[in-house]
């Protein structure tokens, strides 16, 4: 079955307290990793896309790991507006298949 | 943004009554996509399409069906709503690019529907 795993499902950081959150999917032939943000209340907003294991995306404090069973989000020294539920999706036949997400709270 | 517009934002309606959500995109993607999301569930694929008049299902499809007549819009209809149809609906877009199967997709603010 097609599964994607996301971990932990909860974290609190303070600010400034590095951390990773972790994706890891079931089936081979991976067809695009995607990692997105999602504020209450809004939809998911586009945050990096992984092809291949060995690849690395940053974006500010943010930067996206791939290897051949899973990725991480890594995030730097996290600001309080970087509080958000974190998702990743994998690709396969051009659908979307998302994990439910990790509910990260930066505390100042 | 992605210019993706959903309609309505909100709504409430009754046990049974039919009820069609709306999905206009600017972008003249080719791709777009309904999606549920429920708590624990996270977000479901409802139907696609892959082109105007060409849709397919998704993992959750039972009780749904979607039109696409034009390119910039993609309708969600629930036949006769039930509660467990309660949800955030979230429509998405993408274009695929030459050489990858998948690419990113693009979400709308969602519809937060209640049936009663």
């Known amino acids: 079955e097609d599964q994607v795993t996301q971990s932990p499902e909860a974290l609190r950081l303070q600010e400034g307290e590095s951390s990773s959150l972790n994706c890891s999917y079931t089936v081979s032939g991976l067809r695009g990793l995607f990692w997105y943000r999602q504020d209450p209340g809004k939809g998911p907003e586009f945050l990096f896309t992984?092809?291949?294991a060995g690849e690395e995306k940053e974006k500010e404090r943010l930067k996206a790991t791939l290897t051949k069973k899973e990725s991480f989000l890594h995030i730097t020294a996290p600001k309080p507006e970087d509080s958000a539920t974190y998702l990743c999706a994998r690709g396969i036949r051009e659908k979307l298949t998302f994990g439910t997400g990790t509910r990260l709270t930066i505390i100042p | 943004d992605a210019g993706i517009t959903q309609s309505p934002r909100h709504k409430v309606t009754e046990t049974g009554t039919p009820v069609t959500l709306r999905c206009h995109q600017t972008e003249n993607h080719r791709y777009m996509y309904w999606y549920r999301q429920d708590p624990g569930h996270g977000l479901r694929l409802i139907h696609y399409s892959y082109g105007v008049k060409d849709t397919d299902k998704g993992e959750v499809s039972d009780g749904y069906s979607v039109s696409r007549s034009k390119t910039e819009d993609f309708l969600l209809t629930l036949e006769s709503a039930t509660s467990s149809q309660t949800s955030v609906y979230f429509c998405a877009i993408s274009e695929p690019r030459q050489g990858f199967m998948n690419t990113e997709a693009f979400f709308g603010q969602g519809t937060r529907l209640t049936v009663v």
């Open positions: 992984l092809y291949s």
